[in-house]
T-cell receptor
């Protein structure tokens, strides 16, 4: 079974600064996807960024980028130029690519509550 | 286009009553997932649909939980004889099976069992 660990229950950052959220995972699989989702107080889970394990290049989406270290099973999220609207719970998630079926369920970490201070 | 919608947004019920939670996925998405989010357990997978069939029900916590999907679209999660430990946010997500499998979530239903 896969496990996802987010070791930082809470973090804070000043507006316009950079923050990095940590995520490690445990799997024996070779093919998988990794995701970061954001959940603001509105409760809507929003995709921030995704990474395919077979790609060596780290994914980026505007101010969001990841540091994917496959051998170390690490998948951290860097948020640059933090904005007040980035305040949310951030979840790291793992998706196994099961060649025998089509269930691509997500396994989530416990989340990191990020607060951006003015 | 429209995203995933869920209803009701909030549901308060008494212990022992049955409840139905509804999910309307993104049009054209054949895969549909239910998750439960609670303070103690975090986010847990409940059940997965591909079309109208549910190949993986492994996450359903007890036989009081059931789900169905009709017309390859709307899904209903039913909880019978609700217990206080069923209180949680129930999230629905949908995805295309091809094209990267990214799951798009609805706003969830907050269930409170008194």
């Amino acid at each position: 079974a896969q496990t996802v660990t987010q070791s930082q229950p809470e973090m804070s950052v000043q507006e316009a600064e950079t923050v990095t959220l940590s995520c490690t995972y445990d799997t024996s699989e070779n093919n998988y996807y990794l995701f970061w989702y954001k959940q603001p107080p509105s409760r809507q889970m929003i995709l921030v960024i995704r990474q395919e394990a077979y790609k060596q290049q780290n994914a980026t989406e505007n101010r969001f980028s990841v540091n994917f270290q496959k051998a170390a099973k690490s998948f951290s999220l860097k948020i640059s130029d933090s904005q007040l609207g980035d305040t949310a719970m951030y979840f790291c998630a793992f998706m196994k690519l099961d060649s025998g079926g089509s269930n691509y369920k997500l396994t989530f970490g416990k989340g990191t509550l990020l607060t951006v201070n003015p | 286009g429209a995203g995933v919608s869920q209803s009701p947004s909030n549901k308060v019920t008494e212990k022992g009553k049955d409840v139905e939670l509804r999910c309307d996925p993104i049009s054209g998405h054949t895969a549909l997932y239910w998750y439960r989010q609670s303070l103690g357990q975090g986010l847990e997978f409940l059940i997965y649909f591909q079309g109208n069939s549910a190949p993986d029900k492994s996450g359903l916590p007890s036989d009081r939980f059931s789900a169905e999907r009709t017309g390859g679209s709307v899904s209903t999660l039913t909880i019978q004889r609700t217990q206080q430990e069923d209180s949680a946010v129930y999230l629905c997500a949908s995805s295309l099976v091809t094209g990267g499998h990214t799951q798009y979530f609805g706003p969830g239903t907050r269930l409170t069992v008194l």
